[in-house]
């Protein structure tokens, strides 16, 4: 029975998670789980999985858990998904699941490294603000990484005993998101409702909108570099509005290889969870006759200025990833919030990326202070009240 520790266990991806492990009772035992703020959400996943130890965002919940549930261990903050994430440090056969969304999820993730705990991580932002200390990380450790985003999954599972030699380039696929069909001069307008409207998905708020702005997208192509070694020019992206298929890969043949499936995160979840196997799970099998036709057309750069700002910052490294994801979260945090309008998302990331000290090889801790301070200057500019 494999060990899980589970990071963001009431979100999205971790009642997705959670769905998986229901159906092998016998394969898997959830040991941690955290939350931040959905704590009744979490009350039913202790009384359901009966894990060791919670973590919680504020201290007063944490005390307030601790009453009711007198032998479970609770953290809180910061310090209590680091010790959600490492707990059971001498245990083997082990997995932390890394659902958190945002900066977050990134020192949790090099603590488990550190204890050579493997990672299912779906939590993006972790290897785009710090990819390259991960990466290292993860080879003095000798720690493996499966991805749990459907389009690295699609990726990985296209790549399946191909040397990375032969790859000519990856074709990441877009749904478009909420606003795809909208001229740019109708986004001025559009409210936080219409955004969090996917078309294809249904995902967390931070994720959705990230989806509408496409830097979703941008992080993405920033993911697979760090995952697969590839050069920014070899990755490319393509709208494709069915969200059949979650990526490509063309080999130096011209073959292209493409994963296809229903959109449902529980095929890439359950591809990380019991890798090398494919098991059985709740995901609909296609139905290609009806499908009929598939669509694919370009991504306009001019048209997503997120997605041409994420190109940027992974040309130009150091901290230039951080200082955008920094933007970004900000940014969404106050539009989410109705502080400021879509359109200034993407200002508000050109703004960070043009004023922000560049550093070419930053350490955990610069990067960690870069993404502060660049949220500090957000925050103070378009903070209203
Ligand atoms: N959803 C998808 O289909 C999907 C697909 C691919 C990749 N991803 C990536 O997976 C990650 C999770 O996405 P999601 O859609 O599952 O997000 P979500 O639904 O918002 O869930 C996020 C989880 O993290 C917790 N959390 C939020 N902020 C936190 C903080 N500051 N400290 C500690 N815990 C915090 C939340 O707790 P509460 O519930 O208590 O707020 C929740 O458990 C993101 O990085 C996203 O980009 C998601």
Known sequence: MKELYLLGATGSIGTQVLDIIKQHPAMFKVVTMT???RIEALRHLIDEFHPEFVCVGEESVAQALKTDYPSLSIGFGALGLITAATWNQDHRNTLLVNALVGISGLIPTVEAIKIKRDIALANKETLVVAGDIINQLLNE???TLYPIDSEHSAIWQCLNGESPKSIKRLIITASGGTFRDYLRSHLETVTVEAALKHPNWSMGNKITID???????????IE?????????DKIETIIHRESIIHSMVEFNDHSIIAQLSDHDMRLPISYALFYPSRVDNPVRSLNLAKIGKLSFEDVSLDRYPCLKYAYLALNQGGNACAILNAANEAAVDLFLHYQISFLTIETIIGEAMSETPWIQNPTLEQLIHTDESVKNVIYQRYKKG
């Open 35 to 37: 939350a931040n703020h």
């Open 141 to 143: 450790n000798h720690v």
């Open 211 to 221: 989806s509408a702005t496409m830097m979703n997208k941008g992080f993405e192509v």
């Open 224 to 232: 697979a570099y760090h995952l697969f070694h590839i050069a920014p």
